[in-house]
């Protein structure tokens, strides 16, 4: 699903990321973990389409996507959350979920708004449904009205996650997602993100919970794999400890 090959990213003098070569197949949680400033975002932003990696190449779904942008690699069904939540906190938690739907365009045109079609008001229907049922999903359909502002972290993150999997991501990438959430909300994360039938990879610093959802776990070290394996294996792996698990 994921092919990343041979891929360095550089900023001036600093190696984020050293020759990656990684390939996630399709369905599944891939962990990934190692320690702050290892190169975790800027290979989100790679796959996400937010920066050029300096060197290398990035396929998804067999198509190479290197030269293109976040707009691109979104219609692909690439979707992703950020360390620091990115919502639309002028919008209600309803319209930024809304609005991840809204690419796929309105049918009938600016004629079907004005004169209410029936055809468009089933879609905005429809997708009104679908937001509130992912709303639901994560928790948060009794905020459905508030500014995404006003709410504190842990629930603007579920809002980025509700956004993320409303319209059936083919690619999911999670970055620290559980961070400023609390136990209850931790474990609803677990069960939100669980059964989703999609690519996942997941950037998590709580190491137990990670390798409880992940089937796979790639540790990542001032920019280099250091280890890819089964939790158990990874777990066991001298070079992690010393690196990051101590
Ligand atoms: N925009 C940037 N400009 C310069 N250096 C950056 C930039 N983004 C990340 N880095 C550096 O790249 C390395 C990897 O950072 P990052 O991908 O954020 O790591 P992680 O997410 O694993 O904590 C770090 O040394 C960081 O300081
Ligand atoms: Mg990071």
Not at 132 to 148: N, P, T
Not at 208 to 225: A, C, E, I, Q, Y
Request: hydrophobic share 45%.
């Amino acid at each position: 699903m994921i092919s990343i090959d041979d891929v360095s990213v550089r900023f001036g003098g600093v190696h984020a990321l050293t020759d990656i070569g990684l390939t996630i197949g399709e369905g599944g949680i891939c962990g990934l973990i190692g320690p702050n400033g290892a190169g975790k975002t800027t290979l989100f932003d790679v796959v996400s389409g937010l920066r050029r990696p300096t060197t290398g190449s990035v396929c998804i779904g067999g198509v190479d996507v290197t030269g293109t942008g976040a707009l691109h690699r979104s219609r692909l069904g690439v979707r992703r959350t950020f360390q620091r939540p990115q919502v639309f906190g002028r919008l209600t938690v309803l319209d930024n979920v809304l609005a991840a739907l809204e690419w796929h365009g309105g049918r009938g045109g600016l004629a079907a708004d004005l004169v209410g079609w029936r055809p468009r008001r089933r879609l905005a229907d429809e997708r009104r449904a679908r937001a509130e049922e992912a709303l639901r999903r994560c928790g948060i359909e009794e905020f459905a009205g508030v500014y995404a502002a006003d709410l504190p972290i842990g629930r603007r993150r579920m809002v980025e996650l509700a956004r993320a999997i409303v319209d059936d991501p083919a690619v999911l990438l999670l970055d620290e997602p559980t961070s400023g959430l609390d136990d209850d909300q931790r474990a609803l994360f677990a069960e939100v993100v669980r059964p989703l039938d999609t690519t996942i990879l997941l950037v998590e610093h709580d190491v137990p919970f990670v390798m409880s959802l992940s089937r796979r776990v790639v540790v990542l070290n001032l920019g280099k794999v250091i280890a890819d394996g089964r939790p158990d294996e990874v777990r066991a792996d001298p070079a992690v400890r010393a690196a990051y698990l101590g």
